[in-house]
């Protein structure tokens, strides 16, 4: 039978030759093959994926953007996917037959004239990775994490997930023809996310943990059974999130923007957009760092206590509980990566609260939009960073939105029905929320009472305008 992915029509694209290697980011030691489980078999570290052909630079950085470039007119399928267009800074798999796309990636950078003006940015801009084809950011990783797996013959690939991992995973999966295990902490993780792993096919395991839980057992199953894992540790996963930056780039014609803000939760997007940094600097495709910060929430605030008591040096472990479920993680995987990343691109780390996050949430659907809440922590995060002066309204920022609006639909109904709040803390102060919120009117269904209730739309907000 033919596989899925390659029985598409049109011209077959060349792969570039696999030379990279698993280097480990604590001891420097290499290998050219990797454990299950992705950790540095000397000293326990973390893997990252080099090539010496991306920092050779077969070719010069202007061919290899305008070859990029090129690559949007052209139907072949690898060009087709916003990822495997930029494959000369991927790690090569041995065919193309082993490629597993949903044409991820290609996703659009929307200027957010509303936050601009709330904010003061002039030149604010959200690289909306929620238009992927499951709806996250994880897309990007996954096409080539999922692609390795097919490579390596694997029956089984498995993650322990917030949501998105495992939505994005059970897609590829079933798309590469391989079987997906899914294991999600039962309850805190969103209905729309748990639907998509079950339509796609996967095995689906809610655990009574948490998602730290989750991935602990995950850890340990891998030691034992022979199924591939695709969480972020895996650095596959890291390559193909690498390309978000460069088409973000390559969106504003290679002009580096000041800042890129950035959601943190297990910190492997944070480190993938860093990774890519630095290595658009060392080719000469950019010809400066932008700063990248990293905002978690503050029930899920892991990387910030690590900064300001340790120091960076070890992890601060918490125990994580916020509404932004998708970055609900206390123990994060990645976080020496974002951490070096963060020191090399001089980037901030910061904290917002529930109501902070909801505000932005809510300021980010009326420019048409919207995201999830762990998306929305970059626009809440933006607004701190100009409080401390670390941002100058002058400054052009790219906020990247993680996951689409239809993510978590719990949430918005109760954040507009007035019910997020309800028992919370949060509840007395939440009521500055209000005039955020958009609940549903519900009326006789004759004119009169329409008209009557445009009438009084119209009189409570006269000055309303979107442009
Ligand atoms: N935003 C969204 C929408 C996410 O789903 C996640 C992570 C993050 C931000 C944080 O990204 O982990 O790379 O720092 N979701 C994972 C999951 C953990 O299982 O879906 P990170």
């Given at each position: ?280 600097l060392d080719l ?45 993680i206390g123990n ?122 445009l009438e009084q ?11």
């Amino acid at each position: 039978m033919p596989s899925p992915t390659t029985s598409e029509k049109g011209p077959k694209p060349s792969l570039p030759q696999a030379t990279f290697c698993f280097h480990c980011i604590g001891c420097g030691s290499a290998s050219h093959a990797a454990a299950q489980d992705f950790r540095c078999p000397q000293c326990n570290n973390l893997l990252e994926i080099t090539d010496p052909s991306w920092k050779s630079a077969s070719q010069p950085a202007a061919t290899l953007k305008s070859v990029w470039r090129d690559r949007r007119s052209s139907n072949a399928i690898l060009d087709l996917s916003g990822v495997w267009r930029f494959r000369e800074l991927l790690p090569a798999p041995a065919s193309e037959q082993h490629v597993v796309t949903l044409r991820e990636g290609n996703t659009p950078l929307y200027e957010l004239p509303q936050s601009g003006r709330v904010t003061g940015v002039r030149r604010l801009y959200a690289k909306h990775q929620g238009m992927n084809p499951t709806g996250s950011f994880k897309d990007a990783g996954m096409t080539v994490a999922s692609t390795f797996a097919r490579q390596a013959g694997y029956r089984w690939v498995a993650c322990a997930s917030t949501g998105n991992t495992s939505a994005s995973m059970a897609a590829y999966a079933a798309r590469g023809g391989m079987r997906s295990l899914v294991l999600v902490p039962k309850g805190k993780i969103s209905w729309s996310k748990l639907s998509q792993a079950l339509d796609y096919g996967a095995l689906t395991c809610q655990l009574r943990t948490d998602f730290d839980g989750c991935l602990r057992l995950l850890l340990e199953l891998v030691r034992r059974a022979p199924v591939y894992q695709l969480n972020s540790i895996n650095p596959f996963r890291i390559e193909g999130q690498k390309t978000l930056a460069l088409e973000l780039l390559e969106q504003l014609d290679w002009q580096p923007p000041d800042h890129i803000i950035v959601p943190g939760g297990n910190l492997g997007n944070s480190s993938a957009i860093g990774k890519a940094l630095l290595e658009m600097l060392d080719l000469g495709l950019i010809p400066r760092l932008p700063k990248l910060s990293v905002i978690q929430a503050e029930g899920a605030n892991a990387l910030v206590r690590t900064l300001r008591e340790a120091g960076g040096k070890r992890l601060v472990s918490v125990q994580a509980e916020t509404r932004a479920t998708a970055i609900r993680i206390g123990n994060p995987a990645s976080w020496e990566k974002a951490v070096k990343v963060l020191q090399a691109t001089d980037g901030a780390c910061e904290q917002v609260s529930e109501l902070e996050i909801a505000e932005a949430k809510a300021e980010i659907g009326t420019e048409g939009i919207g995201c999830e809440p762990a998306s929305a922590v970059t626009l809440a995060g933006l607004k701190k960073l100009l409080r401390e002066g670390f941002v100058k309204p002058e400054e052009t920022v790219v906020l990247i939105l993680t996951g689409n609006l239809l993510k978590d639909p719990e949430y918005t109904i109760e954040f507009h029905r007035g019910s997020l709040f309800q028992g919370a803390a949060q509840e007395q102060k939440s009521a500055k929320l209000n005039q955020f919120r958009h609940p549903p009117v519900v009326l006789d269904a004759t004119l009169d009472a329409v008209i009557k209730t445009l009438e009084q739309a119209e009189k409570s907000d006269p000055t309303h305008s979107n442009v």
